[in-house]
């Protein structure tokens, strides 16, 4: 079974400052990774993933993620935060396909409230 | 490209009733899957589909239900509506052939919201 933790409820940030939010995961095999961002009343945006490869992704909006296997976590990060970032943020985890028969479920985390204040 | 659309994006029914929603994949996209977010139990994967076939199913009973048709549209069915299937109800495609990096992405609907009274 495949299985996210995000520890954090919410993370709390003054505009300019640098972020993190926090993800462990848990998986049989090699982990497909991702990130996904939900504005109020809205769907997932996608922000970024990782499958393969360097251990530090870029994705969209200045965000970055690191991958580190050893401790199984993927944490999201933005070196400067802007008060528009402030949303709910989402770890997602996927086995790889030769264990879920070439299916694409993903396991979500609980989400982490992102707040970036003035 | 236009991203998933998912129609209605409201919704409120009464329990016992049933409800059909709908959702558009990316032009070219063959997979769909379908997501239910509540704030007790998060995000949480009902089922997907490839091809006109069910190829995942999560967790749910069988008053939810789904289907694919041949331009990839695909359609939720939730039959005896309960209180407690109000919900989001989330959409999202994936494309294929697009070698390991593209095909893996999901990408979501703005949802529908289906509030049961």
């Known amino acids: 079974a495949q299985s996210v933790a995000q520890p954090e409820d919410q993370v709390n940030v003054a505009e300019g400052n640098p972020l993190t939010v926090k993800c462990t995961y848990s998986v049989s095999g090699n982990p497909y990774l991702f990130w996904y961002v939900q504005y109020p009343n809205r769907g997932l945006q996608f922000l970024l993933k990782?499958?393969?490869?360097?251990?530090l992704v870029k994705g969209s909006y200045g965000f970055e993620a690191e991958f580190n296997k050893s401790q199984t976590s993927f944490h999201l990060k933005k070196p400067s935060a802007l008060v528009s970032d402030s949303a709910l943020y989402f770890c997602?985890?996927?086995?790889?396909?030769?264990?879920?028969?070439?299916?694409?479920?993903?396991?979500f985390g609980t989400g982490t409230q992102l707040k970036v204040e003035l | 490209k236009a991203g998933v659309t998912q129609t209605p994006r409201y919704l409120i029914k009464t329990r016992g009733q049933q409800v059909t929603l709908s959702c558009s994949p990316i032009?070219?996209?063959?997979?769909v899957s379908w997501y239910q977010q509540t704030p007790g139990q998060g995000l949480q994967f009902l089922f997907e589909?490839?091809?006109?076939?069910?190829?995942n199913k999560g967790n749910f009973p069988g008053r939810f239900s789904g289907r694919q048709f041949s331009n990839s549209r695909s359609e939720m069915n939730v039959s005896t509506l309960e209180l407690g299937d109000s919900a989001l109800y989330l959409c999202a495609s994936r494309g294929t052939g697009q070698g390991a990096r593209g095909a893996d992405t999901q990408y979501f609907g703005p949802g529908t919201r289906l509030t049961v009274l």
């Open positions: 589909y490839f091809s006109e076939t069910q190829r």
């Open positions: 997602a985890v996927r086995g790889p396909a030769i264990l879920t028969g070439g299916g694409n479920k993903l396991t």
């Open positions: 032009s070219g996209h063959r997979s």
């Open positions: 990782y499958i393969t490869g360097d251990n």
